[in-house]
């Protein structure tokens, strides 16, 4: 079955724009989490959507925000982006229910440039 | 907050030889995935463990995790090239009503060298 698809790949931003990050879990997985990763924080936790709802939450602020749709998939937006928002930006669906369900699968990752 | 430390950050080591990378917590996790990444590409999980004690044996790869289900550790027997990466380990803590978002490691950066 297809894998976690995340668009785009790549994407270089000025400062104080806004961005659309898009990201399609894999068929029947009804949770999706977003992830920020660099190399000096690591991976950390943004969000989680489970059926069209926030679950859980990082400690981001505001500027960053998601969404998911009735097909589960999921875009986050980040606005009146900063230098420091560069970052590889990592989506992962999992079926979200039950200890076991945590298993997380990735996608590429959306490589955000903030110049 | 629940945080994961990885050691070591980075290892490189000659191809054949054996290594361990462990994952220490002050929190208790109800399970605990590793993960392998590359450059370039997302995770891919390796195992998932949830018993306190457990081992789980996965070819030349073996994931432990801790009898308090606060800690792992991942050995690889007879390391090779293919090996390189970055090894990250993440916990979930699953209340219910449903898991909380995985805490995830720094990670361990692994050279094999040929």
């Known amino acids: 079955k297809a894998g976690v698809t995340q668009t785009p790949r790549y994407l270089i931003k000025t400062r104080g724009q806004q961005v659309t990050l898009s990201c399609s879990p894999i068929?029947?997985?009804?949770?999706v989490s977003w992830y920020q990763q660099t190399p000096g924080q690591g991976l950390q936790f943004l969000f989680e959507?489970?059926?069209?709802?926030?679950?859980n939450k990082g400690n981001f602020p505001g500027r960053f925000s998601g969404r998911q749709f009735s097909n589960s998939r999921s875009e986050m937006n980040v606005s009146t982006l900063e230098l420091g928002d560069s970052a590889l930006y990592l989506c992962?669906?999992?079926?979200?229910?039950?200890?076991?369900?945590?298993?997380?699968?990735f996608g590429q990752g959306t490589r955000l440039t903030v110049v | 907050t629940q945080l994961l430390e990885q050691s070591p950050q980075f290892l490189s080591i000659q191809e054949g030889e054996n290594l361990t990378v462990y994952c220490n917590s002050s929190?208790?996790?109800?399970?605990l995935q590793w993960y392998r990444q590359e450059p370039g590409e997302g995770p891919v999980l390796l195992v998932t463990?949830?018993?306190?004690?457990e081992v789980k044996k996965l070819k030349r790869l073996t994931f432990q995790f801790g009898d308090a289900r606060k800690d792992s550790s991942l050995h690889i027997t007879a390391a090779q090239p293919g090996d390189t990466g970055l090894y990250l380990c993440?916990?979930?803590?699953?209340?219910?009503?449903?898991?909380?978002?995985?805490?995830f490691g720094k990670g361990t950066h692994l050279i094999i060298q040929p």
């Open positions: 992962a669906s999992s079926l979200g229910t039950g200890l076991l369900n945590t298993e997380a699968f």
């Open positions: 068929s029947g997985h009804r949770s």
């Open positions: 959507y489970f059926s069209e709802t926030q679950r």
């Open positions: 929190s208790v996790f109800s399970s």
């Open positions: 463990v949830v018993t306190g004690g």
């Open positions: 993440a916990g979930a803590v699953y209340s219910g009503g449903g898991a909380d978002g995985l805490t």
